[in-house]
T-cell receptor, first 111, second 113 residues
Framework: GEDVEQSLFLSVREGDSSVINCTYT??????LYWYKQEPGAGLQLLTY?????DMKQDQRLTVLLNKKDKHLSLRIADTQTGDSAIYFC???????????FGTGTQLKVEL | DAGVIQSPRHEVTEMGQEVTLRCKPI?????LFWYRQTMMRGLELLIY????????DSGMPEDRFSAKMPNASFSTLKIQPSEPRDSAVYFC???????????FGDGTRLSIL
């Protein structure tokens, strides 16, 4: 089955850019999603990208997709303390309704 | 625009008791998902429904777990009898169409003593 992997932790200074990486195994993945989970809350959809796109930008967020290497990244510009959270990458393979989630990357923003 | 609504937000009960978690999906969404999140196992899909019909329950851990969706606006996840290892955060999510993203509720934090 599909496997989605992420590094577990990332620490950045406030004002710097954060880059969270994700790799997936299913080449038929059609949509790739980024979710944010703050403490005690559910998963909030941040953004998503269709597999025929290389890049998507939404305010401070930039998603890059390298379909050849099955690599997805989320860049957060001008990272703020409010960005501290767990970020999940998820892929949808185009069949059925299941999403495959990564383990999540905990982003810590330091002053 | 109301999101996915789950209740209760927190539940603490003794082992052996029956636990019922509730979910109201976003109006117009026809797929509903139940997940469990723990530190050890991360986010696990337990079961999902399309048009109120259970499609895949392969993630339900044991017969002690059951889920129902009697109509398009309500679903329950029941654990009977509950055990301490069932302690986790349980999320409900819904989506409108196949290629649309899932939207999550705020979860129910369940503690079984």
């Amino acid at each position: 089955g599909e496997d989605v992997e992420q590094s577990l932790f990332l620490s950045v200074r406030e004002g710097d850019s954060s880059v969270i990486n994700c790799t997936y195994t299913d080449s038929s993945s059609t949509y790739l999603y980024w979710y944010k989970q703050e403490p005690g809350a559910g998963l909030q959809l941040l953004t998503y990208i269709f597999s025929n796109m290389d890049m998507k930008q939404d305010q401070r967020l930039t998603v890059l997709l390298n379909k050849k290497d099955k690599h997805l990244s989320l860049r957060i510009a001008d990272t703020q303390t409010g960005d501290s959270a767990i970020y999940f990458c998820a892929s949808w393979g185009g069949g059925g309704n299941k999403l495959t989630f990564g383990t999540g990357t905990q982003l810590k923003v330091e002053l | 625009d109301a999101g996915v609504i789950q209740s209760p937000r927190h539940e603490v009960t003794e082992m052996g008791q029956e636990v019922t978690l509730r979910c109201k999906p976003i109006s117009g969404h026809n797929s509903l998902f139940w997940y469990r999140q723990t530190m050890m196992r991360g986010l696990e899909l337990l079961i999902y429904f399309n048009n109120n019909v259970p499609i895949d329950d392969s993630g339900m851990p044991e017969d002690r777990f059951s889920a129902k969706m009697p109509n398009a606006s309500f679903s329950t996840l029941k654990i009977q009898p509950s055990e301490p290892r069932d302690s986790a955060v349980y999320f409900c999510a819904s989506k409108s169409r196949e290629n649309q993203p899932q939207h999550f509720g705020d979860g129910t934090r369940l503690s079984i003593l």
